[in-house]
């Protein structure tokens, strides 16, 4: 597997736009994770979906965030209007808890997407 | 609520020599613990983890760790560090009422000296 993919890797954009995120997780995995990291506040659990579905959306900061997952191997997250202080590096994560092999429950992480808003 | 701290904000230790990263983590019952490193510029690579069984743990890049549950500690070594361990470290906590969610501490920077 190509673990998971996140595009782009770098966007830079200006005050007012929109940017949207892309992650397409482990084929197989049930649950998608999106986090934030900035050196103020570390790493920050933004949501996560299980099965396709929001669980859990209390780490996103305001509406201006909102995330999607309209099939297993997609999701993404969006910023509208963006901020300079929304600036960050975006991370994917995915994992399955199903199963019996000894990635169940693992979070296996994309690369990130690093995100300037000018 | 699930947390967990890593004392140290940056370590500097010499190339050869040994290193221990500390973690400590509050949480009811026994958690599912991980240790991630995070190089410049790239996403988080899985370490090792404890879920049960031998307190022990090896892990990949010759690292390990030990679980004490009395000290609700999980720390890291390496008994000698190569120049490419610079990174950052994070130690991971999931469980409990949190369900699936990682709870991530502020991470350790290693430099590793010549």
């Known amino acids: 597997d190509a673990g998971v993919i996140q595009s782009p890797r770098h966007e830079v954009t200006e005050m007012g736009q929109e940017v949207t995120l892309r992650c397409k997780p482990i084929?197989?995995?049930?649950?998608l994770f999106w986090y934030r990291q900035t050196m103020m506040r570390g790493l920050e659990l933004l949501i996560y979906f299980n099965n396709n579905v929001p669980i859990d959306d209390s780490g996103m900061p305001e509406d201006r965030f909102s995330a999607k997952m309209p099939n297993a191997s997609f999701s993404t997250l969006k910023i509208q209007p963006s901020e300079p202080r929304d600036s960050a590096v975006y991370f994917c994560a995915s994992t399955t808890i199903a199963g019996g092999g000894s990635a169940k429950n693992i979070q296996y992480f994309g690369a990130g997407t690093r995100l300037s808003v000018l | 609520a699930q947390s967990v701290t890593q004392p140290d904000i940056h370590i500097t230790v010499s190339e050869g020599a040994s290193l221990e990263l500390r973690c400590n983590y509050s949480?009811?019952?026994?958690?599912?613990l991980f240790w991630y490193v995070q190089s410049p510029g790239q996403g988080l690579q899985l370490l090792l983890k404890y879920f049960s069984g031998d307190t022990l743990v090896q892990g990949i890049k010759g690292f390990e760790a030990e679980f004490k549950r009395s000290q609700s500690s999980f720390n890291l070594r390496k008994p000698s560090v190569h120049w490419s361990d610079a990174a950052e470290y994070f130690c991971a906590v999931v469980g409990g009422a949190a369900g699936n969610k990682l709870t991530f501490g502020g991470g350790t920077r290693v430099l590793v000296k010549p």
């Open positions: 949480y009811g019952a026994t958690p599912y």
């Open positions: 084929s197989g995995h049930d649950y």
